[in-house]
């Protein structure tokens, strides 16, 4: 089974700091994506990796960056945390189509951050 | 451009009945589409897919969908609803030869006994 782990369930910052979410996958996806889940907005896409070193700006970029050194591993990097920042986040990764394959993306737990 | 419309945020059905979440769609080239549940507390999970072939697909839950080209639709159905469906059920959408999935906002599934 593909699996995608999100380093935390829940995190609680404080508003300036530095946030890491860290996201890993074990089926050698080449595509990884960062998602925020929330009422009534449902999944807006903040960025989305198609190889190591590869990202493109999603719907919402603003106040994040990531990256992606493995390809097993996507960070979501909050530069300086702020409360409009408090949210789920998700993370989930896919293989690339044209291989013959169906694909589709299997996503992680979700981490839940509040910034205060 | 791609984006995804689900009109019902809420939808609330007698245990037994049957249920259409709506789902259309807006993309200027081929598309594909998803249909993902949440449970509470829990992550997203593909419930069923349509990437070619027949426009009806199936899930192994009784849940079906069918693509609808000229209407840019994609609604899921089930005919005998029960308590275990209540979730959170969310449509997206990617094109032919674009990875980036594109997520509707949502519609909470309620089963009432």
């Known amino acids: 089974d593909v699996k995608v782990t999100q380093s935390s369930r829940y995190l609680v910052k404080r508003t300036g700091e530095k946030v890491f979410l860290e996201c890993v996958q074990d089926m050698d996806h080449e595509n990884m994506f960062w998602y925020r889940q929330d009422p009534g907005l449902g999944l807006r896409l903040i960025y989305f990796?198609?190889?190591?070193?590869?990202?493109e700006k999603g719907d919402i970029p603003e106040g994040y960056s990531v990256s992606r050194e493995k390809k097993e591993r996507f960070s979501l990097i909050l530069e300086s945390a702020s409360t409009n920042q408090t949210s789920m986040y998700l993370c989930?990764?896919?293989?690339?189509?044209?291989?013959?394959?169906?694909?589709?993306?299997?996503f992680g737990q979700g981490t839940r951050l509040t910034v205060v | 451009a791609q984006s995804v419309t689900q009109l019902d945020s809420q939808v609330p059905v007698f245990e037994e009945a049957p249920v259409e979440l709506r789902c259309n769609y807006s993309?200027?080239?081929?598309?594909?589409l998803f249909w993902y549940v949440q449970y509470p507390n829990q992550g997203l999970q593909l419930l069923l897919k349509y990437l070619s072939g027949s426009t009806l697909v199936e899930s192994i839950n009784g849940f079906e969908a069918e693509f609808n080209k000229s209407q840019t639709s994609f609604h899921l159905r089930k005919p005998s609803v029960h308590i275990s469906d209540t979730a959170e059920y969310f449509c997206a959408v990617s094109n032919f030869g674009n990875e980036k999935l594109t997520f509707g906002t949502g519609t909470r599934l309620t089963i009432i006994p």
């Open positions: 989930a990764s896919s293989l690339t189509r044209g291989r013959g394959r169906d694909t589709e993306a299997f």
């Open positions: 990796s198609y190889d190591v070193k590869m990202k």
């Open positions: 993309s200027s080239v081929s598309v594909y």
